[in-house]
């Protein structure tokens, strides 16, 4: 039997489309209302059993990549599940679950490819985009050209608090991708 909360996720993630990339104080109180235990339990290993399906990992995809960039937005910590949502998403790849989730949502299981600093990780969000969301293949080109040019995401620095370079300040004083 599939555990219901995997519906519950979705429904909710789907239900709130128009939020999604708003970087809402109020969207990401909602998120972190409606999915702090999921997200807690996620990240223990607790809803393993959700990989079994495209669905559940799309839920975990949500949980490890999702909100965490909402619930702890600007803090290290919406980083902190990203190795947990790039083993998700690299295990849906390759059981061939991403072209089993609705086109709309597609694009979050292909997220934590292009969330990576490792460019073969962007490589392969390339390549996923090309092949499964063409729509959104300018924002994974885009992606993987920041980090094949600084080998990582300039924006990230003070975050992490490491020392921007002369080159990563003019980027990013000239508009370059603020994340």
């Keep these: 039997m599939t555990d219901p909360r995997i519906g519950e996720v979705i429904a909710w993630w789907q239900d709130a489309v128009e939020e999604w990339f708003s970087q809402s104080p109020a969207f990401d109180a909602a998120v972190r209302r409606g999915f702090a235990p999921l997200h807690e339990a996620a990240m223990v290993g607790e809803l393993a059993a959700w990989r079994d399906t495209p669905e559940g990992c799309l839920a975990m995809l949500i ?83 920041i980090i094949a040019r600084f080998g990582r995401f300039p924006h990230r620095q003070p975050i992490f608090e490491r020392a921007l370079t002369p080159k990563e300040i003019r980027y990013l004083n000239t508009g370059g991708f603020q994340g």
Excluded: C, K
């Design 63 to 145: 949980l490890h990549d999702q909100y965490p960039r909402n619930a702890f937005r600007g803090t290290r910590e919406m980083y902190r599940t990203d190795p947990q949502a790039l083993s998700v998403a690299r295990h849906a790849w390759r059981q061939g679950f991403i072209d089993r989730v609705p086109q709309d949502l597609r694009l979050f299981m292909l997220l934590p490819f292009a969330h990576s600093e490792t460019l073969e990780d962007q490589n392969q969000s390339v390549a996923l985009h090309r092949r499964d969301l063409p729509s959104g293949l300018h924002r994974a080109r885009r992606h993987r050209d």
